[in-house]
């Protein structure tokens, strides 16, 4: 309903319309509604495992034009549905059935949380008789089966009847993409799905996600700070990156002259070769210093949590102001002048209110501090991790996005890598790596993807293989092998002298590869670059094995 001059105006159907919701076409359901109510969202892919409740929304599926990718574990399926929504910024479905299924999933939800991933999760629920805590005895029941999910998705909707399923799926569609994006959960009952739709065919769907603009009383007092700063510095996070704020962040940058240094999950925020950059240094003491040294600190997109705060021995001296759009963040960790705004809409107002402020001194600092990390990582003789991560680089296509497991090799590229990259810090568990490049590249087949796992986490995915093979998706997985959880068993020798529970009995990766239909290669930190590179050209999935042990820099947080 619309308002023209003081009068409403209501939408009326056509003719065709009219003659389309009265006769809708035979054979529809419950599941069909749900995805009439995706495709008319703008969904094009779901991700996802069948069970048995869940059937009546994936035989709905062989109705629609909607791509299916199907996924080995549930929690695989989690992790590629969060790929694609950061790449591609849209929402990411994913078809559940009810509790085990369901419950599966729940590490790449909170994942997808900390990331801030805009993944609606739609699951399957025992029949309509079965909700509210009674038990009845139905297969896979829970007490109350969206309580595992509350703590860590954004909303909760539950469906009783068909009726419900347009406006609860496009509510939660609207909650994903809302700042701070994130995951949502719809939970819908087996009978509701499965029971046949006297319904129209859903078509006119709308779901605008919320703005969240800054206050400008408090975006005016940021920029005073900011323009009569002696030493500013920024902070840049994951909201940046995910409000494609980069250019806004830049501009700002060079008008106030202030050096930044981007969180492990707001690489690519800001250039890296750029003489304001002062990289993702974050967990160096010679970067802590330099921000603590800071008389205004603008941090924007980030709660400065553990790894983006060189675990909390960060204490910042000067005046901080926060911004983010995660209200629950904001002085989380520290005092400041809290701004509760999408990244993008706070750093225009910024921009355009912020006065020059010139200093010929600021580049000279970034230039100075990074020769001291250089120098740093150059005296503990890391030559082998250096060179396994620069042919990495070397062998990446500039446009190909990289998936990085909880891997020693992917803690060198939070800090080293010149670039964005996606990886699960966020929430920290293993697997992420490959199911998750599977997800980007389901999103995008032109482009090849490397995902980059260690021996221990490649166990938690090796069964994607098949979905790889299945889907001809691009992905080159690099699996650096070190015969165990190659961290913890640092972390454990450094801690206690010796380590316990961290070695593996692994598979032949180059047979296992090859037992699924995937070419794979033996490699060696000289040949990595090549093999990578004719993997990455070549079609289809690739895997590439790297026998080697890497070790870790050393930390700066201990003394």
Same mark, same amino acid.
Request: hydrophobic content about 45%.
């Given at each position: 309903m619309t308002h023209d001059h003081g009068h409403d105006v209501v939408l009326r159907p056509t003719r065709a319309q009219t003659e389309a919701a009265l006769n809708p076409p035979p054979g529809r359901t419950g599941g069909d509604l749900v995805v009439e109510t995706l495709a008319g969202l703008g969904a094009s892919t779901v991700f996802g495992l069948p069970g048995q409740h869940a059937l009546g929304l994936f035989d709905a599926l062989r109705r629609s034009d909607l791509r299916y990718v199907g996924l080995r574990v549930e929690n695989n399926a989690g992790f590629a549905a969060d790929a694609y929504g950061r790449v591609t910024g849209e929402v990411a479905p994913l078809f559940l059935s009810t509790g &085990?299924?369901?419950?599966?999933?729940?590490?790449?939800?909170?994942?997808?949380?900390?990331? !801030?991933? #805009?993944?609606?999760?739609?699951? !399957?629920?025992?029949? %309509?008789?079965?909700?509210?805590?009674?038990?009845?005895?139905?297969?896979?029941?829970?007490? *109350?089966?969206?309580a595992s999910f509350r703590d860590i998705v954004k909303s909760v909707h539950t469906v009783r009847t068909q009726s419900q399923i347009p406006s609860a799926v496009a509510a939660a569609w609207e909650s994903a993409l809302s700042a701070p994006?994130?995951?949502?959960?719809?939970?819908? #009952?087996?009978?509701?799905?499965? @029971?046949?739709? !006297?319904?129209?065919?859903?078509?006119?769907? *709308?779901?605008?996600?919320?703005?969240?603009?800054?206050?400008?009383?408090?975006?005016? %007092?940021?920029?005073?700070?900011?323009?009569?700063?002696?030493? #500013?510095?920024?902070?840049?996070?994951?909201?940046?990156?995910?409000?494609?704020?980069?250019?806004?962040?830049?501009?700002?940058?060079?008008?106030?002259?202030?050096?930044?240094?981007?969180?492990?999950?707001?690489?690519? $925020?800001?250039?890296?070769?750029?003489?304001?950059?002062l990289q993702s240094w974050m967990e160096d003491r010679y970067v802590t210093d330099f921000l603590e040294d800071a008389d205004v600190l603008l941090v924007v997109g980030s709660g400065l949590g553990e790894v983006s705060s060189n675990y909390h021995t960060f204490k910042p001296r000067g005046r901080v102001v926060q911004i983010e759009a995660d209200a629950g963040k904001l002085?989380?960790?520290? &005092?400041?002048?809290?701004?509760?705004? *999408?990244?993008?809409?706070?750093?225009?107002?910024?921009?355009?209110?912020?006065?020059?402020?010139? *200093?010929?001194?600021? $580049?000279?600092? %970034?230039?100075?501090?990074?020769? @001291?990390?250089?120098?740093?990582? @150059?005296?503990?003789?890391?030559?082998?991790?250096?060179?396994?991560?620069?042919?990495?680089?070397?062998?990446?296509?500039?446009? !190909?996005?990289?998936?990085?497991?909880?891997?020693i090799l992917a803690y060198w590229a939070w800090s080293a890598w010149p670039g964005p990259l996606h990886s699960a810090q966020g929430a920290g568990g293993l697997g992420y790596g490959f199911p998750a490049a599977l997800g980007a590249a389901a999103a995008d087949p032109t482009t090849p993807v490397l995902a980059v796992s260690g021996d221990g986490g490649a166990l938690y995915s090796i069964a994607e293989l098949a979905t790889a093979a299945q889907e001809s998706l691009n992905v080159t997985w690099l699996i650096v092998d070190d015969g165990g959880y190659g961290i913890l068993r640092e972390y454990m020798n450094d801690a206690f002298g010796q380590a316990t529970a961290t070695e593996l009995t692994r598979p032949d990766f180059v047979a296992l590869a090859e037992s699924f239909g995937v070419p794979a290669v033996r490699t060696t930190p000289e040949t990595l670059k090549d093999d990578?590179?004719?993997?990455? $050209?070549?079609?289809?999935?690739?895997?590439?094995?790297?026998?080697? %042990?890497?070790?870790?820099?050393?930390?700066?947080?201990l003394g």
């Open positions: &085990p299924g369901a419950l599966t999933s729940l590490p790449a939800l909170q994942e997808a949380a900390a990331a !801030s991933a #805009p993944v609606l999760a739609i699951v !399957s629920q025992v029949p %309509v008789a079965g909700l509210g805590g009674g038990r009845h005895g139905y297969l896979h029941e829970l007490r *109350d089966q969206q994006h994130g995951p949502v959960y719809v939970e819908i #009952p087996q009978d509701v799905l499965l @029971a046949p739709a !006297s319904l129209p065919v859903v078509t006119a769907m *709308d779901a605008t996600p919320h703005e969240l603009p800054p206050r400008p009383e408090l975006t005016a %007092v940021a920029a005073d700070l900011l323009s009569r700063a002696a030493r #500013p510095a920024i902070i840049a996070g994951g909201g940046v990156v995910r409000s494609d704020a980069s250019g806004k962040l830049l501009a700002l940058a060079e008008k106030v002259n202030a050096p930044v240094v981007c969180t492990f999950g707001g690489k690519g $925020a800001f250039p890296w070769e750029h003489p304001l950059s002085e989380s960790n520290h &005092p400041a002048l809290g701004i509760h705004a *999408d990244a993008r809409l706070a750093l225009q107002a910024l921009v355009e209110t912020v006065e020059e402020r010139p *200093d010929e001194k600021a $580049a000279p600092r %970034v230039a100075e501090t990074l020769k @001291a990390v250089r120098d740093r990582i @150059a005296s503990q003789e890391l030559t082998l991790e250096q060179d396994v991560l620069a042919s990495v680089r070397a062998a990446l296509p500039p446009k !190909s996005p990289s998936f990085w497991d909880m891997t990578l590179s004719s993997a990455l $050209a070549a079609p289809g999935p690739r895997v590439v094995v790297l026998p080697a %042990v890497l070790r870790m820099f050393a930390p700066t947080h």
